[in-house]
């Protein structure tokens, strides 16, 4: 009984050391961004670069997305560690163009609520005791609507539609960021025979980054037309 107590004690401390080091990761990432944001914006010369070259930084945007999705597995740790601090760089190079729209003070005010709302969802998910696995389908079902949706005013250029697809990306982005708090737990525990942890680390890092971005840029939105 004692030994099986035991196990049960370093099992949850190897768990915790996990989910510590999963969102070590990511706040490594959205410093990155931040540090390139305010480099950028104070440098003339790269602005006027990166304004040239604008579509190749969507492309490797794309690229590096497609090869965490589906290569991860396949690369060595400090790759994967690499192609993550880059993605994490050029994810405001790309964004950087969109947020010439937005006051300054709005910008913070949204990253502001953005890093609250995530804070309190991963650590109230990650405590509670309530499964979400159920509501995974019915999320990615949503997101495919919204990506469609989003695509689709592309072409409409419907400000009331935007601001409504804001409100949905908000509701979709904070559950993603509660389920994905809680299967790092499962997966990790699932997967800590066959994964190097850091490189495990890495993909949900990855993941709640891109969580927490889409859920920024659709509250960024909704102060925006408040505005």
């Known amino acids: 009984m004692q030994n099986d107590s035991y196990s049960q004690v370093v099992q949850l401390e190897q768990v915790n050391t996990f989910v510590r080091k999963v969102y ?99 650590i109230y998910w990650y405590f509670t005791k309530t499964d979400l696995t159920s509501f995974w389908n019915i999320l990615i079902m949503w997101l495919v609507w919204l990506v469609l949706a989003s695509l689709v005013n592309l072409f409409v250029h419907s400000d009331t539609f935007s601001y409504i697809l804001s409100y949905i990306g908000v509701l979709i982005f904070t559950w993603l960021a509660a389920y994905d708090t809680q299967k790092i737990k499962e997966i990790w525990q699932q997967s800590i025979e066959s994964w190097e942890w850091d490189k495990l680390a890495i993909m949900w890092a990855f993941s709640l980054y891109l969580d927490f971005i889409n859920l920024f840029l659709s509250i960024l939105n909704i102060l925006w037309s408040k505005d």
């Open 24 to 122: 070590f990761w990511m706040t490594v990432a959205l410093a990155i961004t931040a540090w390139v944001a305010f480099y950028v914006t104070t440098n003339s010369i790269l602005v006027s670069i990166l304004l040239s070259n604008y579509m190749i930084l969507i492309f490797l945007q794309l690229w590096l997305v497609i090869l965490f999705s589906f290569l991860l597995n396949k690369i060595s740790t400090s790759l994967a560690i690499f192609l993550y601090v880059v993605y994490a760089a050029i994810t405001w190079l790309v964004f950087w163009v969109v947020l010439l729209a937005y006051s300054i003070s709005t910008v913070f005010l949204a990253f502001a609520i953005t890093a609250w709302l995530f804070l309190f969802m991963s």
